[in-house]
Structures are given as C-alpha cells and as structure tokens.
C-alpha cells in the first residue's frame, strides 16, 4: 500500500503546530497502525529528520496509552484502540489525517502526544477503595451479587485513553469519570467512600478545566472499551444522591 | 458541603434540567390552552378571563397568574445563566479544532445554543406583542385574545417569526428533554428508548400543536 499521511507536528507544547505530508509507501495491510508509523519514522530518521513523536505501550489494546485522532475518528474507524487498529481498514492511496486529541486539559506535549495527567489527578481524588492492609481478606466474607460485579467489571473496562475527551464537542472528562465512579460505588468495597468518591472526582474533573456533558453521545461512540452512556445519567444520579446526603449532613 | 450546587459543572446541569422541565409542562398547558381559539372566540376569550381568576376566592384577582409568571421568569433566567456559563466553559475546554471534522451528533444536538437563543428573542417579541401588546399589528385589545391572534397572524412576519420559533422549541425539547433525564439521573440501559421516544413524542406534539394555530387562521379556520 501507498499513503499519503497529514501527521500534525508541533515541536514543544508552547510551539505552534501545523499539519505536515508524509508519503509512505510499502505498508502492508497486515501491519497495525503504530507499525505503519513506525516505518514512516525508520524513514525519517534515516532521513536525518526528527521521527513523528506518539504515545504507545502494550500493543495489544489494554494499556490505554495510544492516542490518536485519525480521520476525525478518536482510535480511527474501527472500535478499538489504535495499536488495534490494521491498515486493511484503509485501501491504497488514501490519505489519512492524524491529529492528537485536543482539549484544554490534554496539552499537547510534542507532535501527537498529549499530556493526560489530568485523569490521574481525576483518580487520586477518589478513583480507589482504602483498605486496611494485612492479610488478604476471606473472597466469601463479602458477597457481591452476580448483576452488581457484571455492572462493576463493564466499567472497569475503562482503559484511561481519553478517546471519550477527544471525541467530545466540550472536551468532556464525564464519561472516563462516570466508568470509574461507577466501577467502585456499585461495590460493598467502594460503599465506605461512595458519597466523598463522586462529589470530589467530580470536583477534581471541573477543576482541570474539563467541559460539561451535553449529551452528544460521541464519547461513548468512540470508546474502545464500550463504555455505555448511561454511564454519565448513573453517575449523575450518584452525584445528586451524594450532594443529598451530604447536605442532610 | 464542601461545594454548592451553583460551583459544580454537574450542579448546573441539575439547574438547567430542573428548569427547563419546569418550563416545558408550562408550555404543555400553554399549547392546549392555545387549542381552544379552534371553538371559537367565546371560548378562547372565557379561558383569558378564567386565568386572572384562577385560584379564587382564595387567591385574590391575577394572584395565581403571577406566581406562574413568576415562576417563569425565574426558569428563564436560571436555565440562560447556566446554559451560557456551561456554553463557556464547553468552549473553553476544547480551544483547537481539529483539522479533519466531522459532524456525528444529531441536528437537534448541535441546535441547543443557537435554538436557545432564537426562543430567547422570540420570547421577548411574544409578549411584547400578545400580552403587553407593544409591538401589536392590529389595536390590541386586553383580555381579547381572540382577536389580538387573528391580528398577528395575518402578518406575514407574525407567521414567520412565530412558526421558526415553535419549530426551534420542537428541536430543542427534543434534545432537552432527553438530556434532562440524563442529568437527573433517570437514564438507564433499560430506560433510554423510552425516554427517547418520549422526548420526540412531546417535541412533535408541542410543534404541531403551536403551528396550528397560524395555519388555523393562514387557512381561515379561525377568522
């Protein structure tokens, strides 16, 4: 296959950025995405050009650390992650445009990495269970039914990419927010921290500059783990019921 | 409480969707109580009178139909101030377009601000033109409406401004409505096709039942 790559490129994260072309040619279909721009960067290295920096890890679609815009589609075409992703979705003599996600809590760090930092302060504001350390407790003294673990693990899935933030209109964290919210309060585990977990991961997601949720439905379009946008009206729910509480004192 | 209400992006939603709902059952009864011009004047005219005398005799004269108008004015200006102050902060937290666009979301969606600001105008020319009679085509008369109705739309602009305004409300409630759901928690796997269908069934009938009033007297149904 031959391509015609529009790849953003931006030095630092005070430089601007702009779009530049690359011709790739020799790509197999076989090949993930990342593995065509890996031979995009053997080119440009040999080239003596600085390579096109992008954020990857496990290759295998459970890290979350690839993350790319590609065609206007956060992840590209398929519902998966970008590592995921193979070159048998596009055809010979495409063009394809690769952008880094854009929001105002992800700045752009080089090219098409974005710092995403903002999700970890999100989780460290309440995104865990405190649990007394010692031996590992009996896995019978606490029975966690069958509908309430199902609801548990499909948020879980969460990876922490930030496709859901890319795909928004308003560069919203409520989706990630919500998976996470989610996967601890339906637990006996996160029962102890349920009202202090929602109110201040919600805090914590306005205060990085984050936007609202308007219901446009793209995050969880683009979401490669399937988080479901009821996600967001359950975690509001928690959010009013906390705010209830908490203001009854 | 470590925050209001009012300083969380969630809390704002919760204004937004509470009044909003306050102000689309107003809009329910205002669109059936608009319906009766179709039995004739004695009706419509009765039914003006009937408002300024709800509530009595515990309620003295128009008492009930302030609070209404009240109640109103409150919505209005805390769904505007909510939506203008989330509107910024959504724009603010996506500052750089992407290059490659794509338009995913439904025209009801993307609608919600300008649909929000045209009903806003078209609130203020509303009543500057049927209850304070103002900017009124005809010699509007109080407690006429009958007339007063007939008078504006038989003005091309009346007709105009009038049927894109109820046209944009229907988007809009289409959107809003089922978004207000979702910020008050209601949505659910289970529960959203219902909410949808009903946010369409109600965005539909508020349009239908608006629009036939101009094209009731465009007809000469009403005359």
């Known amino acids: ?249 | 409480m470590p925050r209001t209400i009012w300083d969380s992006s969630v809390g704002k939603k919760t204004v937004m969707a509470v009044s909003g709902i306050v102000m689309l059952l107003y809009l329910v009864a205002h669109m059936i109580g608009n319906l009766k011009i179709f039995f004739g004047p004695e009706d419509i005219n009765q039914y003006a009178h009937w408002l300024r005398t709800m509530g009595a005799p515990v309620l003295h004269h128009e008492w009930a139909l302030w609070l209404v108008r009240i109640v109103l004015v409150l919505a209005v200006v805390a769904h505007a101030t909510s939506a203008y102050q989330l509107s910024r902060r959504d724009i603010k937290a996506r500052p750089s377009k992407y290059v490659h666009k794509k338009a995913k979301s439904s025209y009801a969606t993307r609608t919600m601000r300008w649909g929000g600001i045209i009903l806003g105008l078209f609130i203020v020319w509303h009543i500057l033109d049927l209850t304070t009679g103002t900017v009124h085509p005809g010699g509007f008369e109080h407690l006429h409406p009958y007339q007063n109705i007939i008078d504006t739309f038989s003005t091309w602009y009346g007709n105009v401004i009038y049927i894109v305004a109820v046209v944009a409300l229907g988007f809009h409630v289409r959107h809003g409505f089922w978004s207000a759901a979702q910020t008050l928690g209601v949505g659910s796997a289970t529960r959203d096709r219902v909410l949808r269908a009903v946010a369409d069934v109600l965005a539909v009938l508020l349009t239908l039942g608006f629009v036939a009033v101009p094209v009731g007297v465009m007809t000469g149904v009403v005359s």
């Open chain 1, 1 to 249: 296959m031959k391509l015609t790559l529009r790849v953003w490129r931006q030095k630092n994260a005070d430089a601007d950025g702009g779009m530049s072309t690359y011709e790739v040619d020799g790509i197999s279909q076989d090949m993930s995405f990342l593995e065509m721009l890996d031979t995009l960067n053997e080119e440009l290295i040999l080239r003596g050009d600085d390579p096109v920096a992008f954020d990857h890890d496990c290759r295998e679609g459970i890290c979350g650390a690839c993350s790319l815009v590609i065609n206007g589609d956060a992840h590209g075409p398929e519902r998966t992650t970008t590592c995921q992703l193979h070159m048998r979705s596009f055809r010979d003599g495409d063009t394809i445009d690769i952008e880094p996600w854009r929001a105002a809590a992800f700045p752009v760090v080089k090219d098409l990495v974005v710092d995403r930092s903002a999700f970890d302060r999100i989780i460290q504001a309440g995104g865990y269970v405190s649990v007394p350390t010692g031996a590992a407790p009996e896995a019978h003294a606490t029975p966690v039914p069958k509908a309430d673990a199902d609801a548990a693990f499909e948020h879980a899935e969460c990876i922490g990419c930030g496709a859901c933030v890319a795909a928004c209109p308003n560069g919203s964290a409520m989706l990630f927010t919500s998976a996470k919210v989610n996967h601890l309060n339906v637990l006996p585990q996160g029962a102890p921290e349920r009202e202090t977990r929602v109110l201040d991961m919600v805090g914590q997601m306005d205060d990085e500059g984050f936007g609202g949720c308007t219901l446009t439905g793209e995050c969880a379009t683009a979401c490669p783990k399937g988080i479901p946008l009821p996600s967001i009206a359950a975690m509001n729910r928690e959010w009013l019921r906390a705010t209830r509480k908490v203001s009854r004192g």
